[in-house]
């Protein structure tokens, strides 16, 4: 696959994965595009925990089962979240930006029971109406989909946690700014390098949100303090079928060009 394709055919995989392990080579292949990542004076700032047995996937599991119930109750989060959600798929499209609500968690039975245009209502006043919704977060609404979201990370066939090591620090008023822009490139590495050996990724940030989660989980694998969970991705071999949608703005959106005169 060259890289065009696997730029534009990569997405966020949110499904199950195939039930086997990432072969070594593979592995080697994705973490080789990991490498070779450019940073600022060349500092090479990251470090990548390789999560393959049940312990660590269980623990990581927790987290976001915790993380996502809580975030369940949290008005603003709910609210901040709201506006980037879309419960109508053409709707999703024409707007160019932001996520389906589906994609992201499965609704409650009884909604998948009602008629469309009934979910549809509630489903609009809950999201317009963030607040009432953390109420039914307090009540233990986030906890099928925290349940389900803390599945798939236990099951997943792999997870990398990846660090950033804040001692490994360019000179400059800009560096944690530079450090932070090389630590997206590798992850985007990470993205491409899996995408073109059709292995799915998935972002799981849930358990990283908060600062107490994040030293909880730098201690958990025994991380020294100079280090910064930037990002947890599940990863496993997708069916290509699966590959699921995405949507863009249009470049006339966002690329501005200087009039010449
Ligand atoms: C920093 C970052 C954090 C993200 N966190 C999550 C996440 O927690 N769960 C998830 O399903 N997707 C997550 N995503 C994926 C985005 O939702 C996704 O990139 C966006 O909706 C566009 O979809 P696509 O990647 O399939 O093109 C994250 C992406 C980034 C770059």
Known sequence: MNVHDAIIQRRSYRGEFQNRQIDQTDLNRILEAARWTPSPFNVQPWE??????SEGKDFLAKMTEQAVVEQFKDAKF?????QWMCLDETEWKNRGDGVLLTDHITLPKMFQDAPEKLTGNILKFLL???KSLSILGHLGAGKMPANEIATQVRESPLLILITMNTNRKPPGEGASRWMWLSMGMLIQ???LAATSLGIGVQFVSAPLESETDRETICNHFNFPEYHEVMTLLRIGYIDTEDEGDSVRLETSEFVHFENKS
């Open 48 to 53: 990548l925990l390789i999560i393959q047995a």
């Open 189 to 191: 590495n990470i993205l």
């Open 78 to 82: 709910l609210e901040d979240n709201s």
């Open 128 to 130: 317009n109406n963030a």
